[in-house]
C-alpha cells in the first residue's frame, strides 16, 4: 500500500481540524450540562439540527444570511433551555431518566423536522457555500473556517467565564457541592436555568454551522451522537476547552485514517480513543 502525498495528508489534516471543531461545539453545551448540572442532555443534537433547518429556511426563502439567523436563533434557543430545564427540575428528574426524557424529546424534534420540512435532503446555497482561499498547497473552505473560529471563540469565552467570573465559580462550586454551595448562598435553580439556556443556545450557533457547510436530512441527528459523546468523555465533563482539543484530535484521526487506508475505517477512530481513555485512565470518565 503506497503512502498519500505529503499535500494530500496535510489538507486530510486541515479537513479534520475544521470538522473537530464542530465536534467540539456540539459537545460543549452537553459537557456543560453533564458535568456541571448533571444532565445528561441529548436533546442537544435535536436542538442542533432544529437550528439548522430554521437557519435554512430563513436564508433560503427569507434571503437572509446565514450568519445574520443567529440573531435570531441564540436568544430563541436560550429561551428553550430554560423552559426545559425549568420542566427537569420540576418533576426532578435524574441524571439518567434525563438521558431517556432528552432522548425522547430529540425524537419529537426529529419527527417535526421531517413534518415540516420532510426527509429530503436540504443543502443550503448561500454567499459562504463555495468560498475558499489558498493558502500554500492547501485550500481552505470558508464556511468550515468560519465554523472552527466560532468555536474556539465560544470555547475560550465559556471556559473565561467559568474561570473568572461570580456566575462560573459558583457554577463550579455546585457541581463540586451542591449542599455545601447552598448554604453559602448559591442559587442552584436560577444557575441551572442561565446555564441550560446557554448550552441550548449553543446548540443553536452548531446548528448554523451545520448548515453552513453539511447537507441536511432528519435521520443525520443520530449519526452524530456517537463521535459527539467520544469527544465529550475524553475532554472531560464539564471542560469548556476539553471537548474542542478531543474533537480536534479524533477529527485529524479520522480525517488521516481516511486517507492513509479507507473512508470505511474512519467511525472506529473515535471509538477506539474512547476505549483506550476508558481502560487506562477510568477515572476520568
Not at 452537553?30 to 432544529?50: K, T, Y
Not at 426524557?101 to 435532503?121: C, H, M, P, S, V
Not at 464539564?238 to 478531543?246: I, K, Y
Request: charged share 5%.
Amino acid at each position: 500500500m503506497s503512502l498519500p502525498s505529503a499535500t494530500l495528508l496535510a489538507q486530510s489534516a486541515l479537513s479534520g481540524i475544521f470538522i473537530g471543531g464542530l465536534y467540539g461545539l456540539l459537545g460543549l453545551g452537553l459537557s456543560l450540562s453533564w458535568g456541571l448540572l448533571h444532565n445528561i442532555n441529548l436533546a442537544q443534537f435535536g436542538f442542533a439540527f432544529l437550528a439548522a433547518y430554521i437557519c435554512y429556511q430563513l436564508a433560503s426563502v427569507g434571503h437572509v444570511d446565514p450568519l445574520l439567523t443567529l440573531a435570531l436563533i441564540v436568544p430563541v434557543f436560550f429561551a428553550i433551555g430554560v423552559v426545559v430545564q425549568w420542566l427537569l427540575a420540576r418533576f426532578r428528574v435524574s441524571p439518567l431518566n434525563s438521558l431517556l426524557a432528552t432522548f425522547g424529546l430529540t425524537a419529537i424534534i426529529e419527527a417535526a423536522i421531517q413534518w415540516i420540512w420532510t426527509a429530503d435532503f436540504r443543502k443550503l446555497e448561500s454567499a459562504y457555500t463555495t468560498q475558499k482561499f489558498r493558502v500554500g498547497a492547501l485550500f481552505v473552505p470558508v464556511p468550515e473556517l468560519v465554523t472552527l473560529l466560532l468555536a474556539v471563540a465560544l470555547s475560550l469565552g465559556v471556559w473565561a467565564a467559568l474561570r473568572y467570573t461570580d456566575w462560573g465559580k459558583a457554577l463550579r462550586a455546585l457541581a463540586e457541592d451542591a449542599p455545601v454551595a447552598a448554604a453559602f448562598g448559591v442559587n442552584r435553580g436560577a444557575l441551572a436555568l442561565v446555564l441550560s439556556g446557554v448550552c441550548t443556545a449553543l446548540a443553536g450557533v452548531s446548528g448554523v454551522c451545520l448548515a453552513l457547510g453539511f447537507t441536511l436530512t432528519p435521520a443525520q441527528i443520530y449519526a452524530w451522537v456517537g463521535v459527539v459523546f467520544a469527544a465529550v468523555m475524553l475532554g472531560g465533563l464539564g471542560s469548556a476547552l476539553g471537548p474542542l482539543v478531543a474533537g480536534i484530535v479524533i477529527g485529524v484521526s479520522e480525517a488521516l485514517t481516511a486517507a492513509v487506508a479507507s473512508p470505511s475505517w474512519s467511525p472506529i477512530v473515535s471509538f477506539t480513543l474512547l476505549i483506550l481513555l476508558l481502560l487506562f485512565r477510568p477515572g476520568k470518565a
